[in-house]
């Protein structure tokens, strides 16, 4: 664009990144691409690695936060496989500069980071050219808590990890009430928050931060929705945050870009907790059905066109079971099930049967 930014940059980058080592392995364009985006930041740097946000602040000694951790996050990534030690060596280098408490940009008492600091001749300050860096939103802190743990795994080094646990655990405390969601809007934090929650748990496996991940997707599907089934969207923290009850606001426009967080964030929690449950041949899955009847609110399963006998789990699209039942008639009662996706399986002889609803 007329005014590229480096944040924007740098984001891009780490998504079409994260796309190829997640997703699309094989397409190499799309890792050619993202080393668009990280050299764009790469290129920027002054003598003390500070990248600003905008190509007009250059020289001014500025260190912005997403211009310099989400680089550093995605040389991370980039070491896992390549065989140039440099991604590794940019990765530390920055990890080291941008935890330096004297660089300011991470608060060494709130374990928080701020977003932008300023090196004027050796002297940092939070303050210069008119702005204060000083605050925090859930995105800043968060891409940090990756780093350490993508350099926890390429070094094995148990500090890192031990300070990811120090600003996650600063980030629950600042932003996070069990039963009550997270107080950030959509991107500023709220689906950062669950990606780095679910990033944890499948470093470490502490179900800690699963729960965390879930319970706030959870206050989001139940109370985040509007009247029409959208979630927040604004950009302001009065009726934007993911703590708030928005049930039954009527929305006067739709904000896509909130519906996209929210999405990912879901996703990334149903696919963090969902498991196979069909371990069937596929003659028997075959054999296996379902008929709903919205009249009864009753479900009649079958198995080769006999009633299902035997304990029956139904699972919804979050990886939750919902529902446990005995079912000696072949029927259950699904009148408490909230409209949506289910995934319903039952034993059947040595193979567990599971289909669609």
Known sequence: ???????????????????????????????????????????????????????????????????????????????????????????????????????????????????????????????????????????????????????????????????????????????YKPGKGVSEISFWGGSDMV???????????????????????DYLIDYGRDQLGYYPGSYTDADGTWDLDRRYIFPARVQMMGQACAAAAILRVAQATSTPLATTTSAVAKAADLFPNPTTNRLTLQANRKPVAGNVLVVNSLGQTVLTASAPAGTLDVSALAPGMYTVSWQEGAQRVASAL
């Open 195 to 217: 990606e780095m929650l679910v990033d944890f748990y499948e470093v470490d496996r502490n179900a800690k931060w699963l729960d965390a991940a879930r319970n706030i997707v």
């Open 1 to 175: 664009g007329a005014d590229p930014l480096y944040d924007d940059n740098a984001i891009v980058g780490l998504a079409l990144m994260d796309a190829y080592q997640q997703v699309l392995p094989t397409e190499t364009g799309l890792l050619d691409r993202s080393l668009i985006g990280l050299n764009y930041c790469l290129n920027a740097r002054d003598a003390s690695w500070g990248v600003p946000q905008k190509e007009a602040e250059l020289g001014w000694g500025k260190f912005y936060s997403q211009a310099t951790i989400l680089p550093a996050l995605h040389c991370a990534l980039l070491a896992r496989n390549s065989t140039d030690p440099k991604y590794l060596d940019i990765a530390k280098r920055y990890y080291e500069l941008i935890n330096d408490p004297s660089h300011l940009l991470r608060n060494g008492s709130t374990n928080l980071v701020n977003q932008f600091s300023f090196n004027n001749n050796g002297s940092w300050s939070l303050a210069g050219h008119g702005e204060n860096g000083g605050g925090y939103r859930a995105y800043q802190t968060t891409p940090d808590i990756q780093l350490a743990l993508r350099l926890y795994q390429r070094t094995n080094d148990s500090r890192y990890l031990d300070d990811a646990k120090l600003m996650a655990n600063a980030c629950l405390q600042q932003w």
